[in-house]
C-alpha cells in the first residue's frame, strides 16, 4: 500500500525555508480561520494590516497582523481540505510563526452535542492523505498534550463550555457513510471535519506547537443529516472563537 511508504528523511526536493523568506514583525502565534465571514468581521472589529500573503494559483491569501488582547497574532484563511490548510502551517514557520492555532466548522457524531457549542479534539483519525508523508502509518494521529491543556484552560478560564473527544479526519465529504461513522464513533470520535489530522501531523514533523477547535454546526447522528446552522458559516459565533483562538496562543506561547 503507498500509504505504508512514509520516508524519515527531513529533507524534500522542495523544502519550504529555500523558497520563503522571513516577514520582518511576522507574529509567533498564527491563527488560521476556516470562515470567510469570521476573518471579515475580525478585521472590522479590530483592524488588521495585510503584512504577507500564501501564492495560490486559484489566487493570493492574505495573511494579516491583527492586535486584540493585547496580543498580536497573524490572522489568515486556510484553503479547505488537509493539503492546502497544511501548507499554510509550512510556509508561515519560515516567515516567523511559531504557534498555531486553528478554528472551524465541524460536524458531530452525537445528537446530544448542540450547534454553536465548542469541541476540543484530542487525537484525529486519520482517514486522509497528507499525513501519511508527514508520520508513519498508523490510525490516528494524537494532538500535542500540552495544546490540548491549553485549550482546555482558555475556554474555562473564559468560561466557554465544550465537549471534547476524537475527530474523524477525511478528504471525502460526499463519502461520509453511515457505516463508517459508527465506526468512528467506536474508535471515539465525536466530531467529523477535513483538516485537523493533516495539521497536526504537519505540525508534529516540523516540531512546532498546534492547536485545533471547532464550532458544531451539522448533525449527522440521526436518520439522516442536519444541516444544523452550516449555512450561517459561524455568524454570531465571530466573537467567542476569536477570543478562545487569541487566549490559547497566548498560553501556548507562555505569554
Same mark, same amino acid.
Given at each position: ?10 529533507? *524534500? +526536493?522542495? %523544502?519550504? !525555508? ?23 468581521? +475580525? ?24 492586535? $486584540? ?42 445528537? !446530544? ?14 482517514? !486522509? ?14 494532538? %500535542?498534550? !500540552? ?53 497536526? *501531523? ?8 498546534? $492547536? ?22 459561524? *455568524? ?20
Amino acid at each position: 500500500m503507498i500509504h505504508n511508504e512514509f520516508d524519515s528523511d527531513c529533507r *524534500a +526536493i522542495i %523544502n519550504p !525555508e529555500e523558497h520563503i523568506r522571513p516577514v520582518e514583525g511576522f507574529p509567533e502565534i498564527c491563527i488560521g480561520i476556516f470562515s470567510r465571514r469570521m476573518v471579515e468581521w +475580525i478585521l472590522e472589529t479590530y483592524g488588521g494590516e495585510k503584512i504577507s500573503r500564501f501564492g495560490c494559483c486559484i489566487g493570493d491569501i492574505p495573511i494579516y497582523k491583527v492586535k $486584540a488582547f493585547d496580543t498580536e497574532a497573524a490572522v489568515f484563511m486556510p484553503l479547505v481540505g488537509g493539503p492546502g490548510a497544511a501548507s499554510t502551517i509550512e510556509e508561515s514557520i519560515p516567515k516567523g510563526g511559531k504557534y498555531f492555532v486553528y478554528f472551524g466548522a465541524a460536524g458531530v457524531l452525537n445528537k !446530544e452535542i448542540v450547534h454553536g457549542k465548542l469541541l476540543v479534539p484530542t487525537a484525529a483519525v486519520r482517514d !486522509e492523505g497528507l499525513s501519511y508523508h508527514y508520520l508513519p502509518p498508523a490510525d490516528e494521529v494524537e494532538l %500535542n498534550p !500540552e495544546s490540548v491543556a491549553a485549550c482546555r484552560e482558555a475556554l474555562e478560564a473564559l468560561g466557554f463550555p465544550y465537549a471534547q473527544g476524537k475527530t474523524w479526519t477525511t478528504d471525502a465529504f460526499w463519502r461520509e457513510t453511515r457505516g463508517k461513522l459508527e465506526r468512528r464513533r467506536e474508535q471515539g470520535c465525536v466530531s467529523v471535519e477535513m483538516e485537523c489530522a493533516s495539521l497536526a *501531523a504537519v505540525a508534529q514533523f516540523r516540531g512546532v506547537p498546534f $492547536a485545533q477547535f471547532f464550532y458544531a454546526t451539522d448533525t449527522l447522528d440521526g436518520e439522516g443529516w442536519d444541516g444544523g446552522i452550516l449555512h450561517e458559516k459561524g *455568524a454570531g459565533l465571530e466573537g467567542i472563537c476569536f477570543r478562545a483562538a487569541v487566549e490559547i496562543g497566548k498560553r501556548m506561547a507562555g505569554a
